[in-house]
C-alpha cells in the first residue's frame, strides 16, 4: 500500500511539475514576429499602439511586466511606456537607453495591473537613425505616432493607412483567455484564371495549445466557405495557413475576408482581432521576388569550390529568380567597394543581405532557402536596364525600375547597383576537394589543386553598398513605377566587357534587399526601344506568322533587332522585341520566333 501511495505522490509531483512549467503568459499587440520597416522617416519620434476596454475587461487583473518593441534601426535613447492618456501623465515608464534593430524587451520597474479601462503601451526615442519600426500587418488601433506634430492616428488616416506598429505587450497571469489573432496580407498579386493560394496567419496569444481551427473565407459577395485546419500551436506561436483556390476568371481587385469561427470546438475569446481581408489584384502575370546571394569566396580558399559549384547549380535550374555576386576577399579579384560585407569564415554568404544568418552556399542549402522565399509574391517589383553609353563600353547607362502594388507612406527604399562579371581568365583556384578524399563536389574532385579556371558572378564594382539617397520617393501610390536612372563608369579591371552583368538591388530600411533584378549589359540598339515599368509582362505567343495579343486591352508594337517596326502579320523567323502600352504604363520582353 505504500508503494502504491509512494507510487501516486510520485506521479501528482511529475503532474505539478508540468502545470507549473506551462507558460501563462503571451505578447499582445497588431504585429506579428517580423519587423518589415520604417515608418515616419524621423530620427526622433513616438509610437504607441491602443488597447480598447473591451481588450482590458478580457485581461483584467492581468499584469505587464515587460513592453516588447521592434526598432527599424538601433536607437541610442529609448524609453517606453504605458499610459491612459498620450497627452497625460504616464502610469508606467522605463528608460531603456541603447537599443538595436529588430526585436527588444523592456522589463518595467514595476508592473501593470490591468484595471478593465483602455490604455495605451508605447516607445519614445531619439538618435541618428529613423528607429520608429512597422510590420505587414493592419489594425486601426496599431499606428499611433507622435512625429513631431503631436500625436495622431495614421492606421485610420486615409492618406496613411500605416500599418501596425511593432508593439506589444507581455500579460502574465492565472487562466488566461484563450484568444488567437487573424492576420492577413493587405495585398497580393495573383494571375488570371491560375490556381492560387489564399494565405493568412494566425498567432496563439493564449497560453494554452490550440489544436483545432475553423476559418471561414468570403470572395466579395459570394457566400462563405469554410475550412478546418488541424495543427498544434502553443503560446506565441504563429503559422501561416493557405486555402487552394482555383482562380480568378476577371482582372481587377477582389476583397477576400477571413474569419475565424472557433478555436478548438469553442468560440474564441476575443472576437475583435478574428476579421482580416486581403485585396487580391488579378492581373496577366506575377511578379518575380529574386534571390541574392553574396557569397565571400577567395582564389586561396580550398573549400570554395563549394560556392563555385552551388553557383554554378542555382544559375542554371533558376535563372530567372536567382542572382549570384561572389564577393572576393584577400585576392587579386577583391574589390574594395565590397569592403563594408564582412565574413566570418569562408565559404560563407548572406541571402538577401541578411547578415544575421550567414550560411553555407552550397547548392542544397542555397535551393532550399531560394525555394522558401520566392514562394511569395513580392511587396515590390524590380526590373532593370542596361545598355553601353557608346562604343568604347567605358560607361554604362543604368536604370532601375521599382513598382510598388500598394500604397504606401513613408517608405525608405534605396537603389544599389552591382557590376558583375562572367569568365574572368588567369586565376587559379586552391581545391581541397582534389583526389576525393573530402568526398565529392560537383566534379571538383577529378581537378587537381590549384586548377585554372573562368571565374564567374566576380563583383567588380558595388557603386552604393547602403543605397542611393534620394532614389525613391518617401510616399508612393498603388501600382506606381519608379524609375531611377544614373550611369555609371566601368572598372578599368574589368578584362571583357561583353561579359559584364548589372545587377540591381533594392534596399530596405533594415539594410536587407527587398528584392532585386539582373540584366546583361548590352549595346543591342533594339534596347533603346525598351521602356521596362511594369514586371507584369503577359504571356503572348507567335502562331502562323502572328503575334497572339489576345486578352491584353493596350497598343502592341513589333521591332526587329534593328529597331525597325513590323507589322503583325506574316512575320519571318528571327529574334523581335515587343512593346505593349497600356495607359501610362508600359513594358517590353524579347521573343524568339522559330
Request: aromatic share 12%; proline share 3%.
Amino acid at each position: 500500500m505504500k508503494k502504491i501511495i509512494s507510487i501516486f505522490l510520485l506521479l501528482f509531483s511529475f503532474i505539478a511539475i508540468e502545470t507549473g512549467a506551462t507558460p501563462t503568459y503571451c505578447f499582445w499587440g497588431y504585429s506579428n514576429g517580423k519587423v518589415t520597416g520604417e515608418f515616419g522617416s524621423k530620427i526622433k519620434a513616438k509610437g504607441a499602439i491602443y488597447i480598447p476596454a473591451e481588450v482590458a475587461q478580457l485581461y483584467k487583473g492581468k499584469t505587464i511586466s515587460t513592453i516588447k518593441i521592434g526598432l527599424a534601426a538601433m536607437s541610442d535613447n529609448v524609453n517606453v511606456f504605458i499610459t491612459k492618456n498620450l497627452d497625460g501623465d504616464l502610469i508606467e515608464s522605463k528608460k531603456a537607453g541603447k537599443l538595436y534593430n529588430g526585436w527588444n524587451d523592456v522589463k518595467l520597474s514595476s508592473a501593470y495591473t490591468i484595471d478593465g479601462e483602455a490604455f495605451y503601451i508605447g516607445y519614445s526615442y531619439d538618435g541618428t537613425k529613423k528607429s520608429l519600426g512597422h510590420s505587414a500587418t493592419y489594425s486601426e488601433n496599431g499606428c499611433w505616432a507622435n512625429l513631431g506634430g503631436g500625436w495622431k492616428n495614421y492606421a485610420t488616416d486615409k492618406n496613411y493607412n500605416a500599418l501596425a506598429l511593432a508593439i506589444q505587450a507581455k500579460i502574465e497571469g492565472e487562466d488566461m483567455p484563450k484568444d488567437l489573432w487573424l492576420y492577413a496580407n493587405r495585398n497580393v498579386i495573383v494571375k488570371k484564371d491560375a490556381p492560387c493560394k489564399l494565405s493568412f496567419g494566425i498567432m496563439n496569444l493564449s497560453s494554452s495549445i490550440a489544436r483545432t481551427l475553423k476559418v471561414g473565407y468570403t470572395i466579395g459577395d459570394a457566400e462563405e466557405k469554410v475550412e478546418e485546419f488541424t495543427t498544434t500551436m502553443g503560446t506565441n506561436v504563429e503559422k501561416e495557413f493557405t486555402i487552394n483556390y482555383a482562380g480568378f476568371k476577371e482582372y481587377g481587385t477582389q476583397t477576400v475576408k477571413f474569419r475565424l469561427i472557433s478555436v478548438d470546438g469553442e468560440a474564441d475569446a476575443y472576437a475583435g482581432n478574428n476579421i482580416d481581408y486581403t485585396n487580391v489584384k488579378v492581373k496577366d502575370a506575377v511578379p518575380q521576388q529574386r534571390v541574392v546571394v553574396e557569397e565571400g569566396t577567395g582564389l586561396w580558399c580550398g573549400y570554395c569550390p563549394t560556392g563555385i559549384v552551388g553557383f554554378e547549380y542555382m544559375s542554371k535550374t533558376y535563372p530567372e529568380t536567382f542572382i549570384g555576386i561572389a564577393v572576393h576577399k584577400q585576392d587579386a579579384l577583391e574589390t574594395g567597394s565590397y569592403k563594408e560585407l564582412t565574413f566570418s569564415g569562408f565559404p560563407k554568404c548572406y541571402v538577401n543581405r541578411d547578415k544575421k544568418n550567414a550560411t553555407s552556399p552550397d547548392a542544397k542549402t542555397l535551393e532550399v532557402m531560394h525555394n522558401k522565399i520566392v514562394e511569395n509574391a513580392p511587396n515590390v517589383g524590380v526590373e532593370v536596364k542596361a545598355d553601353f553609353s557608346d562604343d568604347t563600353k567605358k560607361r554604362i547607362n543604368a536604370k532601375a525600375f521599382a513598382t510598388f502594388f500598394a500604397e504606401e507612406q513613408g517608405v525608405n527604399y534605396k537603389v544599389s547597383f552591382v557590376l558583375i562579371e562572367n569568365g574572368v581568365k588567369g586565376y587559379k583556384q586552391n581545391n581541397y576537394y582534389a583526389g576525393g578524399s573530402k568526398g565529392k563536389m560537383g566534379g571538383w574532385e577529378d581537378y587537381p589543386s590549384p586548377v585554372s579556371i573562368d571565374m564567374n558572378h566576380v563583383a567588380r564594382m558595388n557603386y552604393n553598398y547602403s543605397g542611393a539617397t534620394g532614389s525613391i520617393p518617401a510616399s508612393v501610390e498603388a501600382d506606381q513605377t519608379v524609375e531611377y536612372a544614373v550611369q555609371l563608369d566601368v572598372p578599368q579591371n574589368v578584362q571583357n566587357p561583353d561579359n559584364l552583368y548589372l545587377v540591381a538591388l533594392l534596399i530596405n530600411a533594415k539594410g536587407q534587399i527587398e528584392n532585386a533584378a539582373e540584366t546583361k549589359v548590352t549595346p543591342d540598339p533594339a534596347m533603346s526601344i525598351m521602356d521596362n515599368r511594369t514586371l507584369l509582362v503577359p504571356e503572348f505567343t507567335f502562331a502562323n506568322g502572328t503575334l497572339n495579343v489576345n486578352g491584353f486591352a493596350g497598343k502592341v508594337f513589333i521591332y526587329n533587332v534593328y529597331g525597325v517596326e513590323v507589322p503583325n502579320r506574316s512575320i519571318p523567323s528571327g529574334i523581335y522585341v515587343i512593346k505593349c502600352v497600356d495607359g501610362n504604363k508600359s513594358f517590353v520582353k524579347k521573343m524568339i520566333l522559330k
